[in-house]
């Protein structure tokens, strides 16, 4: 936890300012909620839970040690509650409609204030929705939903499936399930969300685990393009890996070398066992690594199934940029402490995760409007730790100042100014 104050400030009065313009959105959709709970103010609480995400709190004991010096820093610009207040409304959370409300609050923010965040550059002028799972460790097996998963990651130990939709630079939507969940079974629903959010996505992209007969029927039947990887494993992947070393042996054009160790074959339209007709476009990777003096190799073979109109160089590298879902899991377990699960209850610590994705959405916000383009990919913890702490200060005043002689002293100035402009609108 950062707990010199001066270096978040920026973007927690963003983050304020932010909140100011959606108040009476936030009262409305939390206030039944919280109300329930015994919270006296929703918004009150919706800005200590956000805030303290971006201002990196690992532990809710950390957060305990640090309130009074956080209600004196910044009791002139909001009042937050403490991390006892937190755990116990939090701690009762047992449905997913605070999540949900949570979800439609930040996708609210983003298509009013920031809609260039859902574009995704080389995607064909089209919105392109990744979604993915990751798996989330848990520390205690005593917590509800921790069980042994499927994955091989945390093969016989408690942990959590993370769904998430990912949409150019944000995650749009997200859901926890307990660690024995197969995320193929969600992918309907999660399409569902996201049109029922009034994204109007055109192409849906996901790894090999979603890759069902029905879920191929379902994107046909919304007339949506897709590109979901095909395990070597399914039967058409089989008949395809065949004729491509018959073809490989012959030399045949018909194989297409789209890279270093990557060949392709397109089998063009074919026929499933379920009467499914898809593309699939057949991949051969061949991985050489040297051990010892030797060369090992290994040859992976794989399918996209696909009904773009794409070359099948291009599918293939239009697939494998759904990479950019997986940066977001990275992000959120590297830079806001996805794992740190604090809760008993699994709603409750589904609600805790998507406060950490709004806070993470928040922040890109204030990077696009608050900083030039230089600064506004990086990370949480690099843009707070290698600009913010390395070039603002405090005078003898307690005034937050940029530091001279830095590579980034103009803009950091530029962003003060802004920044005292919000703090007395806030104020006021």
Sequence with gaps: MITEFHI???????????????????????LRIFTFF??????????????????????????RQFYPEIKSYFTS???????????EAIGKVTNSMASWKLIMIQNGIIKTRCPQLLSCPGAMGKRVADIDVTVLQS?????????????????????????????GRVFVDAKLFPGCTNPKDHFQKAV????????????????????THENLLFLKKLSLGYAIGAPATFKAVQIGKAL?????????????????GVALYDMKEVTLTSGVKTRIVIVRRINRTKKKGRWHVKTYYYGIASNLELPAVKLYRFYHKRQCIEAGFR????HYHLERLPFQGLKANEFWVISKITAMTLIKIFQAEMLPKALQTLLRKTLFRRIFQKGLRLDKTGKVQARRRNKYTWHLRRLLCKTERMRLQIIA
């Design 244 to 260: 491509f070393k018959k073809l490989a042996r012959r030399k045949s054009s018909a194989i297409i070398h789209a890279g270093k």
């Design 8 to 30: 978040v400030l920026p973007a927690v009065l963003h983050a304020l300012h932010v909140f100011s313009e959606y108040n009476t959105i936030i009262d409305t959709y939390l």
């Design 77 to 87: 610009y909001c009042t937050l509650y403490g991390a006892d207040k937190i755990m």
């Design 331 to 334: 992000e959120l377990k590297n």
């Design 192 to 211: 569902k969300r996201v049109l029922s959010l009034g994204l109007n996505i055109d192409i849906v992209r996901a790894d090999s685990a979603y890759m």
């Design 139 to 167: 520390s205690s097996s005593v917590k509800e939903g921790a069980e042994a998963g499927y994955n091989k990651k945390a093969k016989g130990k408690p942990c959590f499936q993370l769904s998430a939709t990912f949409i």
């Design 38 to 63: 015994g919270v006296v103010s929703p918004i009150r609480m919706f800005r200590s839970v956000i805030l303290m995400q971006i201002m990196g709190v690992e532990y809710q004991h950390h957060y």
